[in-house]
Nanobody
Framework: QVQLVESGAGLVQAGNSLTLSCVFSGRAFSVYYMGWFRQAPGKEREFVAAITRTGGKTVVTDSLQGRFTISRDNAENTVYLQMKKLTPEDTAVYTC???????????????WGPGTQVTVSS
């Protein structure tokens, strides 16, 4: 059974950086494309970033390019989301997901972590 567990979140001040981790278990990690999504209070879940199985290609939503980076370590079964120059608008629950295609759409991901709260103070 596939399990995803996020870590690394918390309370940070605006302008600082934070890196989230998501550990995958239960099946062969390298088979899956990985994505990060976030949901802010009162808003719909939105796509953040995705990465191919080898890590050779990444996609980051336009509004976050230059500040957010997705990467993965297949030896550690882990996908990362590096976030720089955080603003209060980045406050959200961040969730990692696994799927069989590279996609910006949540419906294309079969497995989801429970999510982790990132709060950015001004």
């Amino acid at each position: 059974q596939v399990q995803l567990v996020e870590s690394g979140a918390g309370l940070v001040q605006a302008g600082n950086s934070l890196t989230l981790s998501c550990v995958f278990s239960g099946r062969a990690f390298s088979v899956y494309y990985m994505g990060w999504f976030r949901q802010a209070p009162g808003k719909e879940r939105e796509f953040v970033a995705a990465i191919t199985r080898t890590g050779g290609k990444t996609v980051v939503t336009d509004s976050l390019q230059g500040r957010f980076t997705i990467s993965r370590d297949n030896a550690e079964n882990t996908v990362y989301l590096q976030m720089k120059k955080l603003t209060p608008e980045d406050t959200a629950v961040y969730t990692c997901a696994a799927g069989l295609v590279l996609s910006t759409q949540s419906r294309d991901y079969q497995y989801w972590g429970p999510g982790t709260q990132v709060t950015v103070s001004s």
